[in-house]
């Protein structure tokens, strides 16, 4: 296990009193296995961040202990630092210097030599495809190009493991993609990863296994297609014109539907075996005279799987 | 531990160097007073030559850019703290200390180059130093830039917001300036101006500076000033190191 968490939590206490507190995190627990891409997906503010620096060193737990490669995260700091490679939200590049003086800078804390430090730099300036504008200030690059420069010095001492929070938060498709990729290559290598991310998408593609994080606790855990699994196989998403409540206890009472939700004016069914249930939910319908605006028919998503969880859209959730 | 403080040395300085413009501006000040203001004390120095005014009123301008220059350090820092350089720095295997420390002794390697350069200006206008007390004052001014600067640095980490900086800094500038006496010793006020004015470390550091470029080498003032940096600067460091520290809390 590359970490094991448990019971991790934290309160914030801003000013001074009681009414003050904050719990981020209310009791996190964690098995990252040795080389797994895994996933913390949330809604903003659901404890994500906190969770990553705790795990990071950065952020001093209010109870609970954590073992990342095998060292205690408050008692042997010092060697859970030498494990990580740590990737804010906000980057860390200085701004005001090149990025290859970033790079370098990062290379000789871990103990490297001038020469050895120059040339990890360069090595990863070529993997990211970054070898031209090194010698730029960082603030003129673009947010791909800096976000690569950020992953980058994360991985300057080859750590084996390396956390990026909301990695792609920002970005454009174009370098979401490109960064997914850079991910993928880091699991081919054996380097594990540990990232926070509010993007479905993300974490389906990208992970393979995922906590969902609401309100500082995990509300459900797994490989991304047994979460799914869990929830059903497809989902019929419905829009009555009118008499919604009729539609819905209609729908529930079809034995091939697993569940009905509502979410506003949608009703979502979920069954196992969409193509062939579609039909039956149309002549349901139609059978009562319900008038249909619209119909789809999709696979179950992790929206589905926060939503089952929650009673929330993680796209509502902010 | 100290090659980390080194390592982040010279990664600030080579920055400085990307833009050596700046600091040149800060001592722009300085100079303007020794050209414009000094003239005017001819009557309030005993002697009144060139000379004695220029001794006396040197040290309060090279002090001026130390406070100046250097209290305004930690608005950088709290840069670091938004872009996530510090968080990054923190969690990386840097000895800690030397976050700050490799940062403070770059502000205090540019305040011996600006002072150097006042020296040299007022060496043109007609004042004379011995060469040991220029490199004494040069030693008392990295001081106050280590002083100053991890001073600026611990409050910047401590209160993370430029407004309220920015209002304390000049908060203090004003009233550590007129109490130490920068323009003119507070020795020709009253009695209770001095009394105050104990309680002000500039005000040992000006002194020093004064008994230097008399050429009074023996005064105590200068051991004083020398001890009450050294310890100042020990406390803000560690003051600063901890506010470091609860950055993630």
Known sequence: ????????????????????????????????????????????????????????????????????????????????????????????????????????????????????????????????????????????????????????????????????DEPTTGLDPQNRANLWEEVRKLRAQGTSVLLTTHYLDEADALCDRLVIVDHGRIVAEGTPEALKKEVAGDVVTVKVADRIEQARALLSAEPYVREVVQEDDLLRAYLDDG???????????DRDGLVIQSITLSRATLDDVFLKHTGRSLRDAA | MFKDATLVLGYE?????????????????????????????????????????????????????????????????????????????VVSQIWRPAIILGRVLKDAVALVIQAAIIIAISIALG?????????????????????????????????RDENAMSQIVQFLAMPLTLIAGLFLPVSLGPGWLGTIAQFNPLYYAVEAGRSLFRGDLGATTIPLAFAIFVVLCALTLIWSVRSLRRLGT
């Not at chain 1, 193509?275 to 319908?285: D, H, K, M, N, Y």
């Not at chain 2, 990295?142 to 401590?158: D, I």
Request: aromatic residues 6%; without cysteine.
């Open chain 2, 127 to 159: 004042l004379r130093v011995t060469l040991l007390a220029a490199l004494l004052m040069l030693g008392l001014m990295a001081l106050t830039g280590l002083l100053a600067g991890s001073f600026s640095y611990a409050l910047a980490l401590s209160i």
């Open chain 2, 13 to 89: 300085l080579r920055g400085l160097l990307r833009n050596p413009i700046w600091p040149l501006f800060g001592i722009l000040q300085p100079i303007l007073y020794l050209a414009f203001f000094a003239p005017l004390l001819g009557s309030t120095v005993p002697g009144g030559s060139d000379q004695e005014v220029l001794a006396m009123f040197t040290p309060g301008m090279m002090l001026m850019i130390a406070l100046f220059g250097s209290m305004f350090a930690g608005f950088s820092v709290m840069n670091d703290t938004r872009n996530g350089v510090l968080e990054r720095l």
């Open chain 1, 1 to 164: 296990m590359i970490i094991e968490a448990h019971e991790l939590r934290k309160t914030f206490v801003s000013g001074r009193g009681k009414g003050n507190e904050v719990e981020a995190v209310r009791g996190i627990d964690l098995e990252v296995a040795d080389g797994e891409v895994f996933a913390v997906l949330g809604p903003n503010g659901a404890g994500k961040t906190t969770t990553v620096r705790m795990l990071a060193t950065f952020t001093p737990p209010t109870s609970g202990r954590a073992l990342v490669n095998g060292f205690d995260i408050v008692k042997q700091a010092d060697k859970v630092r030498a494990s990580i490679g740590y990737v804010s939200q906000s980057g860390g590049v200085d701004d005001l210097a090149p990025a290859i003086e970033n790079l370098m800078l990062a290379g000789r804390i871990a103990g490297m030599s001038k020469a050895q430090a120059k040339a990890r730099a360069e090595e990863l300036m070529e993997i990211f495809a970054l070898g031209e504008i090194g010698n730029r200030p960082a603030r003129t690059l673009s947010g791909g190009q800096k976000r690569r420069f950020a992953v980058a010095i994360g991985l300057v001492a080859a750590p084996p493991l390396i956390f990026l």
């Open chain 1, 275 to 285: 193509e062939r249930g579609l039909p039956s939910v149309l002549r349901a319908l």
